[in-house]
């Protein structure tokens, strides 16, 4: 069992930086998710705009819904284990969602880039070497930290501490349980079916 459990804990560790060159796949794989991930952006803006009349009462609940904007900085360096991975990304997605027509015009590239960012330093505090839990959500957090930053400058300075506290708070566990929660299940299911093999993250257990 200890052994057991040692392994498992040294499995998400890569024993060289993933600074490393990237690799004509790397590339790919992050890229597509980027493209993938531009759509559903696009679409859940949608949705975001249909529903909410459902919270003009108290406005900042809707944040719940935040952190499927906050994917793909967190899940694409799990399954590329490549430093930028995250911030290429995010970028890649809002640009997609900016030529689908995002409601928000090409605001959605500045957040695009920092959200990603952010969701990279998360991992850039273990030297890209770690990819494990602990990464995962401190990578969420910071990307939705980031996010509720930019839309409490950008559009309600107006807000209440209280409001903006709420909003904030809101954010960061939806992108938590989303992004961090939700990309580390998904890298694993991803892992088991076969589809992560040309990838270290394919290899191990998360």
Same mark, same amino acid.
């Given at each position: ?7 498992? +804990? ?8 993933? *600074?490393?060159?990237?690799? /004509? ?5 992050? *890229? ?9 952006? $696009?679409? $859940?803006?949608?949705? $975001? ?24 900085a ?11 991975? !995250?911030?290429? &990304?995010?970028?890649i997605?809002?640009?997609v @969602? ?13 957040? !695009? ?55 904030? &708070?809101?954010?960061?566990? @939806? /992108? ?5 929660? !939700? ?9 088991? +079916?076969? *589809?992560?093999? @040309?990838?270290?993250? !394919?290899? /191990?257990?998360a």
């Open positions: 069992m200890a052994d057991s459990a040692v392994r498992s +804990s040294s499995e998400n560790v890569d024993p060289q930086p993933s *600074a490393a060159r990237w690799r /004509t796949v790397d590339i790919v794989v992050a *890229a597509v998710l980027g493209v993938a991930f531009g759509v559903v952006f $696009w679409a $859940w803006g949608l949705l $975001w705009a249909a529903v909410g009349t459902a919270f003009v009462a108290f406005p900042p609940a809707q944040a719940f819904m935040y952190g499927v904007w906050l994917l793909p967190v899940l694409a360096p799990l399954v590329v284990r490549k430093a930028g991975a !995250g911030l290429f &990304a995010e970028l997605a809002a640009i @969602s900016a030529l689908l027509g995002s409601a928000w015009g090409s605001m959605v590239l500045l957040y !695009g880039l920092l959200q990603g960012a952010a969701g990279e330093a998360g991992y850039a505090a273990f030297g890209w070497r770690r990819y494990g839990w602990p990464q995962a959500v401190l990578s969420a957090a910071l990307a939705g930290g980031m996010a509720a930053f930019l839309d409490l400058y950008n559009y309600y300075p107006d807000w209440t501490a209280g409001w903006k506290t709420i909003y904030t &708070a809101l954010i960061v566990a @939806s /992108t938590v349980v989303v992004a961090g929660v !939700g990309g580390m299940a998904l890298t694993r299911a991803l892992a088991a +079916s076969g *589809a992560l093999s @040309s990838f270290a993250s !394919g290899r /191990t257990r």
